[in-house]
């Protein structure tokens, strides 16, 4: 994974007016557990017009799914809990050459309530001007038990410790 193609991507995002949240492994690290990360995970406000407009967005730095899928098809809801239904899909994967080394994995929903989680969301930097939303360390928590994976008990054991000594010192979750 690379810093820039992250900033690259919101920067993108950010003039293309895409609301989004960032998950997964990057948003372990912006709350403070540090560890490898090979991709960005993204929650889309899964309304057609801001699908279409993240896809022409990452279109113009090179990313395409790497299944035959367009934004018109991933924008429409029916189409997407088909793909979740038949296929058991939980992320669509983008890939591009130009950013090879940091692929784009984006849920195929909203595995909570995009406005409220956006308001609870945590706001960084990742570059000099450049602003993106995290999804918070309860929401992070509640996804990683769903996946369930060895990685991601071990997210959740040391985002709870920071969970708690936030709450201990009377900071911000």
């Known amino acids: 994974m690379r810093v820039a193609s992250v900033e690259a991507i919101a920067r993108a995002f950010d003039k293309a007016g895409v609301r989004y949240l960032i998950a997964g492994g990057l948003a372990v690290n912006a709350h403070g557990y540090l560890r490898l990360t090979f991709d960005v995970d ?4 899964l309304e057609p017009a801001n699908v279409k ?28 809990g088909e793909w979740i239904e038949q296929k058991h ?15 784009v ?6 595995p909570f309530d995009f406005e409220n989680e956006y308001r609870a969301s945590l706001s960084g930097e990742v ?18 038990e769903l996946a369930g994976r060895p990685r991601d008990r071990d997210d959740i054991e040391h985002l709870r410790m920071i969970l708690d000594d936030r709450r201990k010192h009377g900071r911000r979750k």
């Open 42 to 45: 993204l929650v889309l406000r």
């Open 53 to 80: 407009a993240a896809f022409r967005a990452l279109g113009r730095l090179g990313y395409r799914p790497t299944v035959p899928v367009t934004a018109a098809q991933f924008a429409d809801a029916r189409q997407r």
């Open 89 to 103: 899909m939980q992320v669509l994967n983008f890939h591009s050459e130009r950013h090879r080394e940091t692929s």
């Open 105 to 110: 994995d984006v849920f195929v929903t909203e």
């Open 127 to 144: 570059a000099t001007g450049v602003r993106v939303r995290f999804v918070s360390i309860p929401t992070l928590i509640a996804m990683k």
